[in-house]
Each structure stands twice: as C-alpha cells, then as structure tokens.
C-alpha cells in the first residue's frame, strides 16, 4: 500500500505528547481558510511512498520516540493507505517496549469521522477534529482554532491528554525543519505569528522566497 507523504520529521515537541515523530500527509480536499500549510494540499502522485517505508523510518529513530503525530493535509482523505498506516503502526510499537501513543488530526468533524471511519479511530489514541476557523484562532492546547475538540480515544489517550482538553494553547512554540531548499515550521501559530517571524528574519537579512502560509 502507497500513501501521499509531504514530509516526515524527529524529534516533534509541539503537536502531542513528548518526543514524537511527526508525519504530514500530501492531499487536502477541504482547504480551510487560512490554512498555513497549503503546500501540503495538491494531492501529488509523485509524493506517494510505500507505507513500510514510513515504517523503516520510523525503526531507525532514537528508542526514545513517545508517540507519532498524523496530520497534513487531510489523513482521512486517503483512508485505505491511512488504515494501511495505522494499523502498520500499532505492529511497530508494539515492538518499542514503551507507551507510543498516536495522535491524528482531521478537518471533518467528529460525528463524520465516526459515521465514516470508525476503523481508523479503533487505531487512533486521540484525535483532532473540524475544519480550522480563522475567526476562531488561536485555540487549545495542540489545536489551531477553538471549535476544534482534542478528543482522547483510549486508556493511553486519556492518560497523556486528558489534562489537554480543557487546556489554553499558551504562548506559542514552533520548531523549524529543512528539506533541501524548503524551510518549514512544525507547531500551530497563533494569528499574526508567521508573520512576526518572517519580519524578524528580514531585519536579520534572512529573507523568504515563497510562503504556503499566505493567501
């Protein structure tokens, strides 16, 4: 089985719980407004991979990996190669000896996801639900826009996102990952900080050539 993949990056601090491993997949056919990630939405043959090659990858990390984060891009919009993922996972942890959680994000709602996908949330320990409403901005913790719920699945899910429910974001924390030419941020921003970063590199003589985050 094949799946779109943008892009893949370790160690992830700011979407989940712990060290994660973080996996944008390629393909969105919602395209919400305001979407800081809209390079991740052509839904591009050419970025399919063998979804045991993200396997492979993720066996080379460091033993200290605490959970995978799945986001994008839509997953679901994939859902054979998303199930394909999920369940080739839950074999890879199992095999870790630790607790690895596994965190989804999605812009359908909860009650889609459950009419339509309820496979995928049986392999799922927490999900990030709804479309990103920039009016709503910023949200939760681990979450863009405040309509959207962090919604724990199972024991490991309650246990490490409980306490996130009901939680505010705080300030705002973004790492910043390189592929080549390509600079991208992991994190959610809160409104106006992309663009706070992008002034602050320009009075440092670092200054950006095409965005994905601006309309």
């Known amino acids: ?16 719980y712990g060290r994660r491993a973080g996996l944008w997949v390629q393909g969105c056919g919602i395209g919400c407004a305001g979407c800081v990630a809209r390079d991740t ?42 199930l394909a993922l999920l369940r080739a996972l839950h ?10 959680d596994l965190l989804g994000y ?21 999900v990030v639900p709804g479309p990103y409403v920039a009016a709503e901005a910023p949200g939760g913790m681990w979450r863009g826009s405040a309509n959207q719920d962090l919604v724990p699945l199972t ?14 974001a705080g300030p705002t924390r973004m790492q910043l990952g390189t592929d080549g030419e390509r600079v991208y941020h992991i994190g959610i921003p809160a409104p106006g900080d992309l ?13 950006y050539g095409e965005v994905s985050w601006r309309s």
């Open 1 to 16: 089985m094949r799946i779109r993949v943008n892009r893949v990056h370790y160690p992830v601090v700011v979407l989940g």
């Open 41 to 82: 939405w052509a839904a591009d043959p050419a970025t399919e991979v063998e979804v045991g090659a993200v396997v492979d990858w993720l066996r080379r990390l460091p033993s200290d990996v605490d959970g995978v984060t799945i986001s994008g891009g839509e997953p679901f919009d994939q859902p054979d190669a998303l």
């Open 91 to 100: 074999a890879w942890r199992a095999g870790t000896g630790r607790p690895v």
């Open 106 to 126: 999605s812009g359908r709602s909860l009650t889609a996801l459950r009419a339509r996908f309820a496979p995928h949330l049986e392999l799922l320990d927490a």
């Open 155 to 168: 024991a490991l899910g309650h246990e490490r996102y409980d306490a996130d429910v009901d939680r505010p």
């Open 195 to 207: 663009e706070a970063l992008e002034a602050a590199l320009a009075r440092r003589g670092l200054v």
